[in-house]
């Protein structure tokens, strides 16, 4: 069945660069796009990028000077890396299948991201 | 970007009652719209894609409708495990965008 999990640090230091990994299961990642989704401590979501079967990416503009998103089909893993982080960049990060016009069907369980000193 | 206008910011409505939440698109968005419902400490769950259509296992109380560019989520029938909190996603184009969500509590 289809599965996604998000791994990563739990706690990093401001200015630090961020660096998660999406492994997924039951789907090809030539095949369906995967989205990074954040979500601050009892706010709303933040769709922050893309990257889609072919391989390209898109970003939320806020976020683009900071965030790279890149893929290793061999291992069916996404890589999300934030630099210059800030204190505001705590939050819960999720990935997501994206189906493109269909939205974002299968989600993570979610890593948990604590920016401080 | 896209605008996704969500309304109301929160409810308190009574068990079996019907509720309606909508998401206004500042642009024309041609259905490409999805329904999710988080719970507390959990990732959020696809009810409606396609503005309409139904994900697998969400119960047929749930529904959607589009009205020009907006967007409608319906429950016929308030339940206990509806309680939690709504959004909406535009999947139109990127950068997808969602709205600032609905709490939704019993009353």
């Known amino acids: 069945q289809v599965q996604l999990k998000e791994s990563g640090p739990g706690l990093v230091k401001p200015s630090e660069t961020l660096s998660l990994t999406c492994t997924v299961s039951g789907f090809s990642l030539t095949s369906f796009h995967v989205s990074w989704v954040r979500q601050p401590p009892g706010k709303g979501l933040e769709w922050m990028g893309v990257?889609?079967?072919?391989?390209?990416?898109a970003y939320n503009s806020a976020l683009k000077s900071r965030l790279s998103i890149s893929r290793d089909t061999s291992k069916s893993q996404v890589f999300l890396k934030m630099s210059s982080l800030k204190t505001e960049d705590t939050a819960t990060y999720y990935c997501?299948?994206?189906?493109?016009?269909?939205?974002?069907?299968?989600w993570g369980q979610g890593v948990m991201v604590t920016v401080s000193s | 970007d896209i605008q996704m206008t969500q309304s109301p910011a929160s409810l308190s409505a009574s068990l079996e009652e019907i509720v309606t939440i909508t998401c206004q698109a500042s642009?024309?968005?041609?259905?490409?719209l999805a329904w999710y419902q988080q719970k507390p400490g959990k990732s959020p769950q696809l009810l409606i894609y396609g503005a309409t259509s139904l994900a697998d296992g969400v119960p047929s109380s749930f529904s959607g409708s589009r009205s020009g560019t907006q967007y409608s989520l319906k429950i016929s029938r308030l339940q206990v495990e509806d309680i939690g909190i709504y959004y909406c996603l535009q999947a139109y184009s990127a950068p997808n965008t969602f709205g600032a969500g609905t709490k939704l509590e019993l009353k």
């Open positions: 990257i889609w079967g072919d391989g390209s990416t």
């Open positions: 997501a299948r994206d189906l493109g016009y269909g939205g974002f069907d299968y």
């Open positions: 642009q024309d968005i041609e259905n490409w």
